[in-house]
């Protein structure tokens, strides 16, 4: 069986252990439990005819308290860049680690999910920038690790990509 | 390794393996429990260890390790803290450390779940205090932006209300009406109160964020807060293929502090520049510009994007839920967020297009320097009282105000009170009006466009040779004391606060006219002048005007009169007071002091519901009035009647017919 690495990136509180959650074990948790360290989680997709074991590395959030070690990416297959529609500092923090990573790994396979789209009267992203992002060819999806929304879908697609 | 120093580790719980080759290891002490439950007892137990089939994360550290072990570094080259499901589930924490010991290369792993779950409640701790920051900074501008609402928004269509409604007292209407008019005028009364029921439950708030505000030390520089906000937005903007940079302009000067907070200063410039974005073209640049203008400097965001909307004015591009066309914001708050902060600090904003292309959204906030040289005296003298000083006659009133419905209402009621009246919707307008004429006093807004109550009167006190008469009183919708403190330290020499009652206002006025017969400054009256020539002198001599003061006192006096008796029949107190102050200010007109004075008592009574004394007075009033009507009535028509013995021809103001003789 093919395995493949893939790491969870983004700020904070952006729901990326929620993201995880929900596409392994279909669960989700209101409550907010920060991350400390590196949380390691398997799961076997099936895409086409393709048997792939995942090995999902969520990383804690970047910020002033823990700042992201990049040798964690050795070995990755691709990533999930993590932010929250509710908070525009994490739209920003996610394209800094982006370039970060560009810069300390190489062109990985990534894509982009913004997180929370059940919280939409909240939302601060502007749909321009995401537009502009999809014109950069990037993959930008929305999702929700509350309501199951584009989670499936997000990991499927860097899986995809990872194939290539 | 001594059995001794083993034992030592595994009662520290860490089990230590002795590295082979190829990512294989030997356990040199026995496995502790979680390390059975994570790898299976047969796999521990059976000699030798793959780590990298056991562990994604000990393969990626071991990369770190060799380096380590490869390098002949002494001391230890620890791993982060990780987390691994066993076999049944169970969430289990993990450290590992690499070190040398005799050659050996030794691998010592450990389970530190108290240690995890300490670091865990502090980052959570603080992460939570995080969110709570950010969530707290947007509630407060949503507070920030419901009080707005509340004070101006709310209060302004109020203030038409209660003023159309005290414009209604005196009209001939049917007691039914009269009946809802009370009504209309008991709810507009209630709804006010209310209001400020709710400032005051925001009072403190609203003194501690002012006083934060104004202390000279803590003046934000704009140079310092646009470079900040620009940092975080430089993604943003690369994102979208635009360029966004701060002009050389800002190297004019090392201090740009400003008057304001630098938290909502950073906002500002923050929902400028997400503004910007939203219309900006990959490709093009937004440059962020400063200037000094005078004693404000000025903060500018250019972009090159379309430019304003043809139809649409600052003032509606500032307003609540303003959005643009093509491609709308969130909910229209940002740049009203931004107009009430500038304004609140005593500045401007606005916009303009740009006449190569794009759009300039700017600002400007008083110079810290100023601020510095108020602010300590402000914070010693305590705050002054109301100064409206000595003013004779029925006044010149110079009114500003941005709304039609309260200028037109207003206006018509000072004037139906007898003073003269210039409406202005703005502070510059005012400022056009005081070039034009001299005025005893201006009654300025304090949130106005273009330019602010705060602003023209700045500009009135620079001139204090041609204006030292003038008496500057604050309309505002900021109706707490410490607002009412802050406009008295700027200058005003009174405040009114929003929603107001004419009454209040003519209260104020004629508090003030009152003053003047016991001021020793005023000259006294050399010549008695006939209630005519008094209201001739009141209109400069336009007769035609005049005759219609006089036809218009005349109509309107009967039916007062009537309703006073009316009221003092049927004892009400409301009705009393309310044709008594109508009446009041008719008489005003032509300074028939007798009347005016029988009218006040009546209106006095009549809001205390003490009817004992009121048929006494109102019988004086009507022989006043009485006298007063006949001094008038031949100047009611078309034309003057003409006097015995006096010439054919029109004489302005020779004639007059015999006055009422003390």
């Not at chain 1, 990049?70 to 923090?93: I, M, N």
């Not at chain 2, 510095?372 to 100064?387: I, K, L």
């Not at chain 2, 007063?628 to 302005?652: D, F, I, V």
Request: charge should be neutral.
């Amino acid at each position: 069986m093919i395995q493949k690495k893939i790491c969870m990136l983004g700020a904070f509180a952006v729901g990326k252990t929620s993201l995880v959650r929900r596409f392994v074990e279909s669960i989700f948790s209101e409550t907010y439990h920060t991350t400390v360290g590196v949380k390691i989680d398997r799961k076997t997709l099936q895409l086409n005819a393709t048997e792939i074991n995942l090995v999902l590395w969520d990383l804690y959030g970047d910020d002033d308290f823990q700042k992201i070690r990049w040798s964690h990416f050795q070995g990755a297959y691709g990533y999930l860049l993590v932010a929250d529609g509710t908070r525009r500092s994490t739209l920003e923090k996610a394209l800094l680690l982006e370039e970060r990573a560009r810069q300390e790994i190489g062109s990985v396979p990534f894509v982009f999910v913004i997180n929370k789209s059940d919280l939409a009267k909240d939302w601060e992203l502007d749909a321009q920038v995401e537009a502009q992002l999809q014109a950069k060819k990037w993959t930008v999806l929305r999702s929700s690790a509350k309501t199951g929304e584009g989670v499936e879908e997000a990991f499927a697609e860097l899986t995809r990509k990872m194939l290539v | 390794m001594s059995a001794i120093a083993l034992q030592f580790l595994r009662e520290l719980g860490f089990v230590l393996l002795q590295h082979k080759d190829h990512g294989r290891f030997v356990l040199l002490s026995p496995p502790p429990p979680w390390l059975l439950e994570l790898w299976g007892a047969y796999d521990v137990n059976g000699g030798e260890i793959r780590i990298v089939e056991k562990s994604p994360f000990l393969e990626n550290f071991l990369f770190e390790a060799d380096t380590f072990w490869q390098s002949g570094k002494t001391g230890l080259c620890q791993s982060e803290m990780w987390i691994e499901k066993s076999v049944s589930g169970k969430e289990i924490a993990l450290a590992a450390i690499a070190l040398e010991s005799g050659g050996k290369r030794l691998l010592a792993l450990h389970s530190p779940e108290s240690q995890f779950h300490e670091r865990q409640q502090l980052l959570q701790t603080a992460r939570n205090s995080l969110l709570d920051h950010e969530k707290l900074q947007r509630e407060i501008q949503k507070k920030e932006i419901l009080l707005h609402c509340i004070i101006h928004d709310l209060s302004q269509p109020l203030s038409v209300m209660s003023v159309a409604l005290d414009c209604m007292i005196g009209e001939q209407i049917s007691d039914r009406g009269q009946g809802l008019l009370d009504l209309g005028r008991k709810a507009s009364d209630q709804q006010c109160l209310m209001i400020r029921d709710i400032l005051q439950v925001f009072a403190a708030d609203l003194q501690a964020s002012m006083d934060a505000e104004s202390k000279p030390g803590s003046a934000p520089d704009l140079l310092a807060c646009a470079s900040s906000v620009l940092n975080a937005f430089v993604p943003v903007y690369a994102a979208k293929g635009v360029q966004l940079r701060i002009n050389d302009s800002a190297k004019q000067r090392s201090d740009w502090r400003v008057r304001g907070q630098g938290r909502r200063l950073e906002r500002i410039f923050s929902n400028l520049l997400e503004n910007a974005l939203r219309y900006s073209p990959p490709g093009s640049t937004v440059t962020i510009g400063l200037e000094e203008q005078g004693e404000f400097l000025k903060a500018y965001v250019d972009d090159e994007g379309p430019g304003l909307p043809a139809d649409m004015t600052p003032a509606q591009i500032f307003a609540l839920f303003s959005k643009g066309k093509e491609s709308g914001g969130k909910a229209g708050l940002g740049l009203y967020f931004c107009r009430l902060t500038v304004e609140r600090w005593g500045g401007i904003i606005s916009c303009e297009s740009r006449p190569e292309r794009g759009s300039r959204f700017w600002f400007q906030l008083p110079g810290v320097s100023a601020e510095v040289e108020r602010t300590p005296q402000a914070a010693e003298s305590q705050p002054p009282p109301n100064r409206v000083p000595l003013i004779k006659r029925p006044m010149r009133v110079l009114l500003a105000d941005d709304q039609n419905e309260i200028r037109l209402l207003t206006a018509h009621q000072l004037e139906r009170n007898g003073h003269h009246v210039v409406a202005v919707a703005n502070g510059q307008e005012a400022l056009d009006a005081l070039q034009k004429e001299s005025f005893d006093v201006a009654l300025l807004d304090e949130d106005m466009p273009l330019m602010t109550g705060l602003q023209a009167l700045k500009a009135i006190r620079e001139r204090e040779d041609k204006f030292s008469a003038l008496i500057v009183i604050a309309l505002t919708g900021y109706n707490s004391e410490p607002d009412r403190q802050r406009l008295l330290h700027a200058g005003f020499d009174s405040v009114i606060g929003k929603p107001f009652r004419l009454d209040a206002l003519e209260a104020l006025l004629q508090g003030a006219a009152e003053s003047v017969s016991a001021a020793p400054t005023v000259a006294p009256r050399a010549v008695v002048k006939s209630p005519w020539e008094i209201v001739l002198d009141r209109v400069a001599g336009d007769e035609q005007l005049a005759r219609k003061m006089v036809l218009t006192f005349l109509r309107e006096t009967p039916p007062r009169m009537a309703g006073i008796q009316k009221a003092l029949t049927k004892k009400s107190g409301a009705r009393l007071a309310s044709f008594a102050h109508a009446l009041k200010g008719s008489v005003s007109i032509f300074d028939a002091h007798g009347a005016r004075e029988c009218a006040e008592k009546l209106q006095d009574l009549g809001r205390a519901n003490s009817f004992t004394e009121a048929t006494g007075l109102y019988s004086q009033l009507k022989e006043e009035i009485a006298h007063l009507e006949e001094n008038l009535r031949g100047y009611a028509g078309r034309r003057r009647p003409r006097e015995p013995g006096a010439s054919s021809k029109n004489q302005r103001r020779s004639s007059k017919p015999k006055p009422k003789q003390p």
